[in-house]
RNA sequence: GGAGAGAUGGCAGAGUGGUCGAAUGCGGCGGUCUUGAAAACCGUUGUACCGCGAGGUACCGGGGGUUCGAAUCCCUCUCUCUCCGCCA
């Protein structure tokens, strides 16, 4: 959510900016100034008011206890037009205010001014591509087929179980799925994260603080009965920790890192985009995430695509850095980098992280701010997150890159998680 | 699932209709003392909004009501805790 004062300051930047994200806000914006106008003048006559009413119970207070009752009665009298004038104030004040909200959630983040114009995915910015693609062999073949073979994942059994999407590990498959949530970790526990445990259902309010609600609700399982909802991301149980609090500056930035399983609706895809574990419901990820001081956050964005860069590079995968374009940014990022590495068999770059920065846009919903030394009044922070890393494609580029004739070889890294080197 | 208790400032915890944005203690910050520290003592210490400012308004879990006036009374919702049952 942007700040409202923000907004009322900067408008024609807000909607000067949000053309790089294709979004028309000029309507939305002026419409914001209009009403926030008007809710500045009632707060204003609503406050004068009620000053007036204040006042005046004091003092039929103290007319009563001095005795003084009919003097009293006389003061009552007068109240009853005050307090149908602050009534009439207060709904019209909720009521715009009501409106207001409705539009500020409506208008995404600004983006930062390195994002590049565009419409959608093919118009991300292509930073570096890293590695080699590996020759395969005569008879390679993709990820799930390897899965079957060598009886790693079982997609069937998760439809019998569940549904589609819902893929059941086992064996080495299970084996090497705990393996690489372990490297993740490790990796993020060396790099100075603390590791988070959350919890899998989150509520109403934490949907919201990360932008989920109100308007991406069909993205998530919802537990009606119990009006909780499943994590699409670590992310939200993890950046709710910090919702409602003021930091104190000299504590930034806190660094925390998390395994979840990941639930996803994702109604509508189908198609052979969707095949294996390219598209799943039910996915693992290791999620970093970063508060931070809002004079910091891109150098720490930086750091962040530098630690997510060193686990591909661990991993031996092939891959590219992207950074998307304002078609492509999600509503509450302002600058985003995506990893993509390679799956040699299915011919085509698969995305395995996203990190970005929200500046304070998600703080602002949070109610996430923090105090600087000596100043009083506290200031939003910044947020940011990443995926290091989303396992499924990860999985998927592993086995099929690493296929020889004699099995699936594992990334050195990984052996000493594995207990194995070879998936045969 | 059954029964009960409760929700007040960073924390603990008073406050049952007016002088309560809220006692007191702890914590935090500043100071005195000290070579330094501790102790002791003194002072200070919520957030948001409106206003150029002086200042004003709101907030004692959320919403509604009674009243000139509500942390305090009434209704309602949510959440938390305790005990019993069930269970990893």
């Given at each position: 959510m942007l700040n409202l004062k923000f907004i009322q300051d900067n408008p024609d930047l807000v909607v000067e900016k949000l053309k790089r994200k294709n979004f028309d806000a000029s309507e939305i914006v002026s419409t914001i100034i209009n009403l926030n106008a008007q809710k500045n003048k009632l707060q204003a006559e609503a406050d004068q008011a009620k000053a007036e009413m204040n006042k005046i119970s004091k003092e039929i207070g103290m007319l009563f206890r001095e005795g003084k009752a009919e003097e009293a009665n006389a003061a009552k009298a007068r109240t009853s037009e005050i307090k149908e004038n602050i009534k009439n104030?207060?709904?019209?004040?909720?009521?715009?205010?009501?409106?207001?909200?409705?539009?500020?959630?409506?208008?995404?983040?600004?983006p930062h001014d390195s994002v590049p114009f565009g419409k959608a995915e093919e118009d991300n910015e292509i930073l570096k591509t890293v590695g080699e693609i590996p020759t395969l062999h005569e008879n390679a073949v993709p990820h799930w087929e390897l899965a079957a073979k060598y009886n790693l994942i079982d997609f069937e059994l998760g439809v019998k179980i569940t549904g589609a999407g819902f893929p059941v590990y086992r064996g080495k498959g299970a084996q090497l799925q705990r393996a690489l949530i372990n490297f993740?970790?490790?990796e993020g526990t060396l790099a100075g994260y603390e590791e988070i445990q959350p919890p899998l259902l989150v509520n109403e309010a934490s949907g919201f603080g990360t932008g989920q609600l109100p308007d991406k609700e069909g993205q998530m399982y919802h537990a009606t009965e119990d009006n909780l909802y499943l994590i699409p991301t670590a992310e939200v149980p993890v950046t709710n920790i910090y919702r409602d609090v003021i930091l104190d500056a000299k504590n930034l930035p806190y660094k925390n890192t998390a395994y979840s399983a990941c639930f996803r609706r994702e109604a509508g895809s189908y198609g052979k985009d969707v095949r294996g574990l390219n598209r799943l419901h039910q996915f693992d990820k290791v999620e970093i995430v970063q508060v931070a001081h809002p004079e910091k956050s891109y150098a720490i964005l930086d750091e962040m695509v530098a630690h997510v860069e060193g686990l591909i590079k661990k991993l031996g995968l092939p891959y590219r850095l992207l950074r998307l374009c304002g078609g492509d940014v999600s509503f509450a990022s302002a600058l985003t980098f995506d990893?993509?590495?390679?799956?040699?068999?299915?011919?085509?770059?698969?995305?395995?992280?996203?990190?970005?920065?929200?500046?304070?846009?998600?703080?602002?919903?949070?109610?996430?701010?923090?105090?600087?030394?000596?100043?009083?009044?506290?200031q939003l922070a910044h947020t940011l997150n990443g995926s290091a890393l989303a396992l499924p494609r990860i999985v998927a580029a592993l086995l099929e890159n690493n296929q020889t004739p004699e099995g699936i070889k594992i990334p050195e890294v990984l052996i000493p998680f594995t207990g194995f080197d070879m998936i045969n």
């Open positions: 104030f207060d709904t019209d004040f909720s009521a715009i205010e009501e409106k207001v909200n409705d539009l500020l959630v409506q208008l995404p983040n600004l993740f970790l490790a990893f993509e590495v390679y799956s040699t068999a299915q011919e085509k770059w698969l995305e395995v992280s996203s990190v970005s920065n929200f500046e304070s846009f998600q703080a602002n919903r949070l109610k996430l701010r923090f105090r600087e030394e000596g100043v009083k009044k506290p």
